[in-house]
């Protein structure tokens, strides 16, 4: 999120899904604490930030009360995606209750 803004303040550009998504191999290289955090996890949440910044813009279309898109933290972010689940280490056990076989190398 902080990236799309500052990309707009700065050179007046728009930065998208496509193009942040294009870039998250060199962001996992550089910083240590995204090496171990499964690329699928990482596009949800570029996806995530993709559907905010969508659905404030087609407010504005609409005219009415947008809502700037604001950062969640931690707390407030309490889900994660794995599309391909039982390839990367997530089963479901009787009733539904998932269990996380292999999350970090």
Do not use: C, W
């Not at 499964?38 to 009415?64: C, M, P, T, W, Y």
């Not at 972010?77 to 269990?99: I, M, N, W």
Request: glycine letters at 10%; aromatic letters at 14%.
């Amino acid at each position: 999120m902080q990236e799309r803004r500052d990309a707009y303040k700065k050179a007046g550009r728009t930065v998208g899904f496509y193009e942040q998504k294009r870039y998250l191999p060199e962001i996992r290289a550089e910083l240590p604490e995204y090496k171990h955090i499964h690329s699928q996890v990482l596009q949800n949440v570029i996806e995530r930030v993709d559907l905010a910044f969508k659905g404030f813009f087609r407010r504005v279309k609409a005219g009415q009360k947008a809502g700037y898109p604001r950062f969640k933290g931690k707390g407030r972010y309490d889900s994660f995606t794995f599309p391909q689940a039982y390839e990367t280490g997530v089963k479901l056990q009787d009733g539904g209750r998932r269990v996380l076989l292999k999350v970090f190398p």
